[in-house]
DNA sequence: ATACGTGAATTACATTCGTAATCTATCCCG
DNA sequence: CGGGATAGATTACGAATGTAATTCACGTAT
């Protein structure tokens, strides 16, 4: 289980846009957050992104005078490291109360119940 | 939905103790935490405890020489908003995902899968 | 060549967090 | 009464975080 890097929750927006449209420059990166949220100061996100650089989260490489970011780590690992500190740190490491937590409070549709009941049926 | 202040990761375990054993002395307090973590400082868990009080999340009354400590903010609403945050920073606020991983990658035993499957039956 | 725009590099600065140590007031014991 | 134990109060201090501004370097348009 290779470890990663802790990505802050700010971080953690940046390192979506990159997972999810591949590897991408200062600018576009920038657009896709303010596209989201227009309260995203550019300046700020380069710093993020310099810092996810330096903690080893993502790589760059010059493509003339701009930068190309890339993740150096992937979702899926990010995603199992965060979850394991979630349930670990709110739960106790409850898997039980934790999953029942949010089938209890998130109202689900019924489609969505359908496909866990589904998942859980391939688990058994 | 009252806003309750952000508890830092030690902080929960703080916390969970206090919820756990309802209010008690901050030596009370520090033998929990070192039963189950001996490498619990004491002057760490108290500084934690002035930390909680100031945000609120804690209050104390005099008892004789030593504090007693109680929670000002229940544990369900810490555990909401952690949760929310949770799942709108790694899974985007997509619940369906982050139940899928929860199911996928822990290992459930049979009796967990059931309990779930009912949990669902009763939320159809 | 020269000033201007732009991207990256460097610097800034308050807060929070992790991790305690030290100071101070008090109570009990001899 | 005086000194040690003990509880809370104050202080410490570096790393991480949120949030940018400032500076520097280079290519381009006058």
Redesign the pocket.
Same mark, same amino acid.
């Given at each position: 289980m290779k470890r990663v890097p @802790?990505i802050?929750?700010?971080?953690w927006e940046i390192m979506r846009v990159i997972w999810s449209r591949g590897a991408c420059?200062?600018?576009q990166l920038i657009d896709a957050l303010r596209h989201r949220d227009r309260?995203w100061?550019p300046?700020?996100a380069?710093?993020?992104l310099?810092?996810l650089v330096n903690?080893r989260a993502l790589e760059f490489r010059k493509d003339g @005078?701009?930068?190309v970011y890339s993740a150096l780590v992937t979702e899926q690992q990010c995603v199992d490291a965060a979850s394991e500190s979630f349930l670990e740190r709110v739960f106790g490491g409850s898997l039980r109360p934790m999953l029942a937590h949010f089938v209890e409070h998130k109202k689900l549709s019924a489609s969505e119940i359908r496909e866990l009941k589904q998942l859980l049926e391939e688990e058994e």
């Open positions: @802790r802050s929750e700010n971080e420059s200062a600018n309260s100061h300046k700020t380069k710093t993020y310099t810092r903690k @005078r701009a930068y």
